[in-house]
């Protein structure tokens, strides 16, 4: 019989940082018996302030933001995703991600993380409020200005 396998996890304290791992990670044990993955969870601002430096000696798995990509990849404090067998699943989640979110995990040629969400800004109006939306800068700093 194999050895159970426990590991922990770190992510932020927000339902778009936290139920995709933990619905993954009951994913992922109903399919690798003798798994388990345990996730912490952190406000954003003490997940901001404690150095990924110190998570990745801490936790097994982490989720990161894609400004930290480039100090994960030149310190070598995670390990990239390609390259260990799995090139054609990410071929496939690269496809399916929004605009940029998948690539901008991606640093010096390597993937170091995946998209789990996507902040899309998209820009709205209502037509009982405005004749028509701004198309240009001047003119949402003059509608801002107009309240």
């Known amino acids: 019989m194999a050895e159970a396998v426990h590991l922990t996890g770190m992510t932020w304290d927000h339902s778009r940082g936290y139920d995709p791992m933990v619905a993954t990670s009951k994913a992922y044990a109903d399919t690798h018996p003798g798994v388990t993955i345990t ?5 954003l601002q003490a997940f901001a302030d404690r150095p990924i430096e110190e998570m990745a000696h801490t936790y097994d798995l982490m989720v990161i933001d894609h400004p930290h990509v480039g100090e994960v990849a030149r310190n070598g404090l995670l390990m990239a995703l390609d390259g260990i067998g799995r090139d054609d699943e990410l071929k496939t989640l690269a496809a399916q991600s ?37 198309t240009r800068w001047d ?9």
Do not use: C, M, N
């Open 139 to 147: 003119e949402v700093v003059a509608l801002a200005r107009k309240g």
């Open 39 to 43: 996730w912490e969870k952190r406000s």
């Open 98 to 134: 929004v605009g940029v979110s998948h690539p901008s995990y991606e640093f010096d040629g390597r993937q170091w993380a995946l998209a789990i969400d996507a902040a899309t800004p998209v820009a709205a109006f209502r037509p009982d409020r405005l004749d028509a939306a701004p």
